[in-house]
């Protein structure tokens, strides 16, 4: 049996970690080593998805089995962590070239909301941000998008560019038809005004999906 350290986190575990990189270890670990118990990781991830367990509160997060009140406040703490490091990194990011650099910008805007917010992002043409707005918002499958209040300000910025993105709060980035049909639109829109959509992007659980990646733009 492998030795044991850290409380009953596996010595082999934290080596990896240290030679290898952090984020070569699964996820069951990584919870491990922040519950302090790989087991428990194991019995929690059997029943939760580990998107959804980074969405709970402490609250909720203590009803589930295994996860007591300390655990539950450490868990906690290091997904609050998180969240700060990539707000403050969003804070910063002033380039909005590709999904990758929009990443901690879309994880700053819609990490833990469970309703649908919409948002656009105005580039000029090396993908500089002049400005960032919040379009609209609505409840969990649905945010009502006016194409034209999202072009106008274009306008009055003279934005070259925009990326629009969404969340969806149900997990599944995967757009629907509504999504491409509204994109196919700003996309046609924009174009009579010579600006274009660089990209929508969906943001589900720290996934994203890229409308152009994706060869829906």
Request: charged share 25%.
């Amino acid at each position: 049996m492998q030795k044991k350290i850290d409380n009953h986190i596996e010595t082999s575990v934290v080596e990896r970690a240290e030679l290898c990189g952090i984020e070569t270890l699964t996820d069951t670990q990584l919870l491990g080593i922040v519950v302090g118990d790989e087991s428990i990781a194991a019995n929690i991830l059997a029943k939760h998805k580990a998107g959804d367990i980074m969405r709970m509160n402490i609250q909720r997060l203590r009803m589930v089995e295994g996860m007591g009140r300390r655990t539950a406040v450490q868990l906690a703490a290091a997904v609050e962590l998180g969240r700060r490091f990539f707000v403050a990194e969003a804070s910063k990011a002033d380039t909005m070239g590709s999904p990758t650099e929009a990443t901690p910008v879309l994880i700053s805007t819609f990490h833990n909301l469970r309703h649908e917010e919409f948002w656009a992002y105005y580039l000029t043409s090396t993908n500089r941000v002049i400005e960032r707005v919040r379009i609209g918002q609505g409840g969990v499958q649905i945010t009502p998008v006016d194409v034209r209040l999202i072009l106008k300000r274009a306008i009055e910025l003279l934005a070259v560019k925009i990326i629009v993105a969404h969340n969806h709060p149900s997990g599944d980035a995967i757009p629907s038809q509504a999504d491409k049909e509204l994109t196919r639109r700003l996309r046609d829109a924009a174009a009579l005004l010579q600006i274009e959509l660089a990209d929508h992007l969906i943001y589900a659980d720290t996934e994203i999906f890229s409308m152009r990646e994706h060869h829906l733009l």
